[in-house]
């Protein structure tokens, strides 16, 4: 992989008695869109708010290529920040906002010009220079709070929710213009969301926390089709989520029905739990699958339907472009490749999150 | 029934406001009357409007009146602005008793006020005088200016603030540039407010002005019983007048600017 | 981050000081003068004192009259609130007009003002006798000082009563209608209950001010009317007797504390509401 840019060393942080972060532990390369996803209240806030300076950790360090940064102010940081809400300054038009950190750093006249320009033409707001910041639209202040971070070349670009506050569809263009601005700025994005489309479509990696601690890091694939615990697995993406047996490597049981898969190594009888994608789950004619069920409900989702099947008391979700009727006895197969099996969480703090989550 | 209740709703408003004004109209009509006598009309005069600016006893009054609003209300102004900035910092228990204290002057009659300064100054025996009011003045000054401030710098975005830093601006730099300029109008009013109170006071003022200071409130209280001199009613117009004019004015200058704002 | 917090603790280093020195130790001083003699010695005379007949009859007239300026105020500014957030174009400067500028005009001079209109040869009696009728005996009476006190104290009923209907979500009140209340039931079951706490502060921003007026009562009383103020302000001015002066504030800010106490109860209980 690239250069280590930051190195987040075991941090741990707490508010009032409450752990926030607990013993954090992150590497973040240079040129990476990481993604922090997780739900509210899961620390990934926080860690932005470290790695901009605006909080200090309790314990544990930030490296800054190789340097520690821990007790540097903000204002001395090579990182700038997006915020939520876009926190512009309405008193001042939309290039005295760009403006703001180029003065701050005695540039000159024409390259301050040359900037804002430029910054505006990547930003796609041309000619927006002396428009006032509160009479823009969602959209546009917030690219004026990224055109505002950019301007001062930062290292590594810090993005606190910044479409949070969008309507879907402006939600979903944005995404691909934050893709296209980080290809031509070759720059760090480290991005706090939870919103995991968001994280699937724009991240070379994703972060999954909860409650302070990482649970899964990877690229959007491998979170998606391997998630590591029910958390994640749940987190990511619509799942049924099941208690199952692993009988022996290759082997899985799902309320005694046996079912093929590919993982290997979790021993033999122990209790696990197993992920199927809905759209893993292929809905056959009655007496050609491994399970036979009855369908209770379905909805129409646009690109398709999600049905509901009743199985022996447990509900089954699948997603299939062609509907079923309620009512109608179904069988169900699955891929063995499509079983992911995973841990039972070890302590009740995983236990917990899983029931809350 | 609708046309009604909406012509109710406009004859009552326009009643309270006669009643508001009634008096201060009546007060400047009597700065045109020739007779010094209140009760009749001796005919329309400038007269007063002239020998005001000879009377050196009211023109003292009046420069103490200012003097004291405007220093009271400038260094309420600071000291309140620099409170509101420790007291949302701070935590909530001892929030809660900085801001119980900031209302005593507000909730306390100021009979009271006035008399606990007397007491104050007695003790320490300080002489009384110009400088004994405007401690009183900032005194029960700061409270309006904290009160007026403190809502806005608490509802201030505080990643405005942060922005600032992130960007490179140093604490104080950030402050004046991201901070100020939002709680600015929330400052002017508070200030406003001040020094309007502090030109309208006159209890606690008689209580801690002793002999020979008099401000405005002071003097025309001195004189009630003898009758107020007409050059009183003619400088109380002028102000009064001058302070309407102003008020309409900025209303005009900021009613156009954001008209061209939108 | 954290130097931040430390300069911003020293910002607030002077107005603590300053609030000690001239909020809390003169206050300290009106007790102590309050509960001693002139020598010194400890004593309740000066508070007990209030039961002298002059002095409670004072208290008592201070009582009646700022209780029913505060009802008039009340009466008065409700209905104008509610007709000014109706409005709904109702501007600042329009509240300004109404409530900050009469302020310009010194309060003395406008309160004198009324000696004009209410006296035997004044505006009301002029009018009267020109139209045949007989003047009316108006100045130096209870209702005059009653009119003194609603003049000069009706900003303070407005202010926070206006604020309270402002704020209420008009979709609340639409909600009341869809619920078929009607328009009596959501004033009295939606609208008055939810203003509450700005009329609750209303009522404590007169009442004070009003019961401890001394202003009022020597300018349009003709000093026939004495009021518990006036007493205080001559223990003081004239007398020079801080220590009973001092025992009469005590016995009014008892019932400033139960003011306090009342405004701070129904704040308390509207944030458990709230939350």
């Known amino acids: ?357 | 029934m609708k046309i009604r209740y909406k012509g109710i709703k406009r004859v009552y408003i326009g009643l309270i406001f006669i009643f508001m004004y009634a008096p201060i109209a009546l007060l400047i009509i009597q700065s045109f009357n020739k007779s010094k006598s209140r009760g009749r009309w001796g005919g329309f005069t400038f007269e007063w409007y002239g020998s005001l600016f000879t009377d050196a006893s009211i023109i003292e009054a009046f420069t103490n009146t200012i003097l004291l609003a405007l220093l009271s209300s400038v260094i309420s102004v600071i000291l309140g602005t620099m409170a509101c900035i420790c007291i949302s910092k701070m935590k909530k228990k001892a929030r809660n008793i900085m801001m119980g204290i900031t209302n005593i002057p507000m909730l306390n009659a100021d009979i009271v006020t006035g008399v606990s300064f007397m007491l104050l100054f007695l003790t320490l025996r300080i002489q009384f005088g110009f400088g004994t009011i405007l401690l009183a003045h900032i005194t029960f000054n700061i409270p309006y200016v904290i009160l007026s401030v403190m809502p806005s710098y608490r509802d201030l975005n505080p990643h405005i603030y942060e922005a600032a830093l992130d960007l490179g601006a140093s604490p104080v730099y950030a402050f004046i540039k991201t901070v100020l300029p939002e709680i600015m109008p929330a400052i002017l009013s508070g200030g406003l407010m001040a020094f309007t109170m502090s030109i309208d006071d006159f209890i606690i003022t008689h209580f801690t002005a002793g002999a020979g200071v008099h401000t405005l409130s002071t003097k025309i209280y001195s004189e009630v019983k003898l009758g107020i001199k007409p050059e009183m009613y003619a400088l109380s117009a002028m102000i009064f007048i001058t302070v309407l004019i102003l008020l309409i004015l900025v209303n005009r200058v900021q009613g156009s600017a954001r008209k061209e704002d939108a | 981050m954290v130097k931040t917090k430390r300069i911003a603790g020293f910002l607030g280093l002077p107005y603590i000081f300053w609030a000690a020195a001239f909020i809390v130790i003169p206050l300290i001083m009106v007790v102590w003068y309050g509960l001693t003699d002139e020598n010194g010695g400890f004593t309740f005379a000066n508070v007990a004192a209030i039961a002298n007949p002059a002095h409670s009859k004072a208290l008592f007239m201070a009582l009646l009259l700022s209780f029913i300026a505060t009802i008039v105020c009340l009466l008065l500014a409700y209905p104008l609130c509610m007709f000014l957030v109706e409005a709904q174009k109702t501007s600042n400067s329009f509240l300004t007009m109404l409530l900050i500028v009469p302020m310009w005009m010194n309060f003395l001079l406008r309160t004198y003002a009324w000696q004009s209109i209410l006296e035997k040869t004044g505006i009301i009696n002029t009018f009267l006798t020109s139209i045949g009728l007989q003047p009316l005996r108006l100045i130096n009476t209870n209702g005059a000082i009653i009119l003194g006190m609603v003049y000069n104290f009706l900003p303070f009923m407005i202010l926070p009563i206006y604020n309270a209907l402002d704020d209420i979500d008009k979709n609340v009140i639409n909600a009341a209608r869809d619920l078929g209340a009607s328009s009596r039931q959501t004033l009295t079951k939606v609208i008055f209950p939810l203003s509450l706490p700005g009329v609750i502060s209303g009522i404590t921003m007169v009442f004070i001010p009003a019961l401890t007026t001394f202003v009022v009562s020597s300018l349009l009383g003709g000093g026939k009317i004495l009021l518990i103020g006036n007493v205080i302000e001559q223990e003081f001015m004239v007398a020079y007797d801080w220590n009973l002066g001092s025992g009469l504030s005590l016995v009014l800010l008892i019932f400033i504390v139960i003011n306090v106490i009342v405004s701070v109860l129904t704040e308390r209980s509207e944030e458990d509401y709230a939350s």
Not at chain 1, 281 to 295: D, P, W, Y
């Open chain 1, 1 to 357: 992989m690239k250069n280590e840019l930051i190195h987040l060393n075991h941090i741990s942080k707490s508010y009032g008695g409450k752990a926030v972060l607990d013993d954090l532990d992150l590497v973040i390369h240079e040129n990476e869109f990481v993604t922090l996803l997780g739900p509210s209240g899961c620390g990934k806030t926080t860690t932005l708010r470290i790695l901009a300076g605006f909080e200090t950790p309790d314990n544990g360090s930030v490296i800054f290529e190789g340097k520690d940064i821990t007790n540097l102010p903000p204002n001395k940081r090579q990182l700038n920040t997006v915020f939520q809400n876009y926190a512009l300054f309405t008193h001042m038009d939309v290039a005295s906002n760009i403006a703001f950190g180029l003065k701050i750093k005695k540039k000159d006249k024409s390259y301050i010009e040359d900037k804002i320009h430029y910054a505006l033409k990547l930003v796609g707001l041309e000619g927006f220079e002396r428009r006032s910041v509160r009479n823009l639209s969602g959209g546009q202040q917030q690219r004026v709070a990224i055109a505002r971070a950019i301007v001062n070349e930062p290292r590594v670009l810090l993005l606190d929710e910044p479409l949070g506050a969008l309507d879907l569809k402006l939600r979903q263009d944005m995404q691909y213009e934050l893709i296209r601005m980080k290809n031509e700025l070759s720059i760090t994005f480290i991005y706090v969301t939870h919103d995991q489309q968001e994280a699937l479509t724009m991240s070379d990696t994703i972060v999954v926390m909860n409650q302070g601690y990482i649970q899964q890091m990877g690229t959007p694939e491998s979170i998606y089709n391997e998630p590591e615990n029910a958390f994640v697995a749940d987190f990511i993406g619509d799942s049924n989520l099941f208690p199952g047996i692993f009988i022996k490597d290759e082997l899985v049981t799902i309320d005694d029905v046996p079912f093929p898969c590919t993982d290997t190594g979790f021993g033999t009888n122990r209790p696990v739990d197993i992920v199927i994608r809905p759209e893993d789950v292929k809905l056959v004619k009655k007496g050609e699958g491994t399970v036979s069920g009855v369908v209770t409900d379905v909805i129409f989702k646009g690109v398709h339907y999600e049905m509901c099947v009743d199985v022996k008391g447990r509900e089954w979700v699948a997603h299939s472009t062609r509907p079923r009727q309620v009512d109608e006895e179904v069988d169900i197969n699955v891929h063995p490749y499509n079983i992911q099996v995973m841990n039972k969480p070890e302590s009740e703090d995983e236990e917990a999150v899983r029931e809350n989550g």
